[in-house]
């Protein structure tokens, strides 16, 4: 079963505590993994997008990097503006424009 | 930026009403999409639209329907709400055309009573 796995489910840090969420997924055919951030009464809002192993993207205090089976969102010296839900995406097969979305990780960063 | 919005923040409605969501997108995006997000479940696809007029069902179609008459334009429709409706409602579009990240509305938060 196609299906995309997130952990922890929640996740708190002190101010400066890097830590890494992790993402896994059980697709063929993959077209592409994405990375989104969600604050509380908002939609998602982009991060990264990935489509091949080995694959890195940077943004400020996150870096996304992708494997054959999983993603990882390292976030280096967070911040409490850090503190959101991050969810995982993966597109996959052709002619199809479905994705799975993970339930996410919800990051408190404390100050 | 790529602005997608919901017309609504928040909606209350009875059971049995029918209910019209409308979203609204502002960069001739080709595919437009309705989410449902619920603790736990993650989000799931309702329904999404490649062109004007055309539609495909996502995973769980079941009691909605959508209108695409114009390209900026998705519209959901609960046609009898029912009480497991009750959720947030996310809208979002993406270019198309091999770029595929998807941008996100605010969502509609719908409590059906």
């Known amino acids: 079963e196609d299906q995309v796995t997130q952990s922890p489910e929640a996740l708190r840090l002190q101010e400066g505590e890097s830590s890494s969420l992790n993402c896994s997924y059980t697709v063929s055919g993959l077209r592409g993994l994405f990375w989104y951030r969600q604050d509380p009464g908002k939609g998602p809002e982009f991060l990264f997008t990935?489509?091949?192993?080995?694959e890195e993207k940077e943004k400020e205090r996150l870096k996304a990097t992708l494997t054959k089976k999983e993603s990882f969102l390292h976030i280096t010296a967070p911040k409490p503006e850090d503190s959101a839900t991050y969810l995982c995406?993966?597109?996959w097969g052709s002619g199809t424009y479905k994705y799975i979305f993970g339930t996410g990780t919800r990051l408190k960063v404390l100050a | 930026d790529v602005k997608v919005t919901q017309s609504s923040r928040y909606l209350v409605k009875r059971t049995g009403e029918k209910v019209f969501l409308e979203c609204v997108q502002d960069m001739d995006h080709e595919n437009m999409f309705w989410y449902r997000q619920d603790p736990g479940l993650g989000l799931r696809l309702i329904y999404f639209?490649?062109?004007?007029?055309?539609?495909e069902k996502g995973d769980i179609p079941e009691g909605y329907s959508v209108s695409r008459e114009k390209k900026e334009r998705f519209s959901l429709i609960l046609e009898s709400a029912s009480t497991n409706q009750t959720s947030m409602y996310l809208c979002a579009s993406s270019l198309g055309q091999g770029n595929e990240k998807l941008f996100f509305g605010s969502g509609t938060q719908l409590s059906v009573l």
């Open positions: 995406a993966v597109r």
């Open positions: 639209s490649y062109d004007v007029k055309m539609k």
């Open positions: 990935l489509y091949s192993a080995g």
